[in-house]
Nanobody
Framework: QVQLIESGGGLVQAGGSLRLSCAASGRTIRDYPMGWFRQAPGKEREFVGMIWTGGSSEFVDSVKGRFTISRDNAKNTVYLQMNSLKPEDTAIYYC??????????????????WGQGTQVTVSS
């Protein structure tokens, strides 16, 4: 099983940028589509975006054009670049490895390995 550790969260003003990292160990991320989810206080965990093993990516509509995902298989790390941040982006951000086939990538159930999360706070 792959172990995941997120980093890079913090406090940023609206309009600013952050880059989150997700470092993997135990297994290579080359084998997995990798996703990012977030959970705001009092809300359910929601899909943010994901990157397929081939490098293409998918995003929820609310972050399209602002967020990008990349992967460095040599470093066994996935990145979430967040630009033009808004207060509504405030949440704990989690990376996850999609371990279940034939389950939609927007579903948390599709992901079998999760990091502990990193807090992102966007002030207005």
């Amino acid at each position: 099983q792959v172990q995941l550790i997120e980093s890079g969260g913090g406090l940023v003003q609206a309009g600013g940028s952050l880059r989150l990292s997700c470092a993997a160990s135990g297994r290579t991320i080359r084998d997995y589509p990798m996703g990012w989810f977030r959970q705001a206080p009092g809300k359910e965990r929601e899909f943010v975006g994901m990157i397929w093993t081939g490098g293409s990516s998918e995003f929820v509509d609310s972050v399209k054009g602002r967020f990008t995902i990349s992967r460095d298989n040599a470093k066994n790390t996935v990145y979430l670049q967040m630009n033009s941040l808004k207060p509504e982006d405030t949440a704990i951000y989690y990376c996850a490895a999609k371990t279940k086939s034939f389950v939609r990538y927007t579903t948390a159930f599709a992901y079998g390995s999760w990091g502990q999360g990193t807090q992102v706070t966007v002030s207005s």
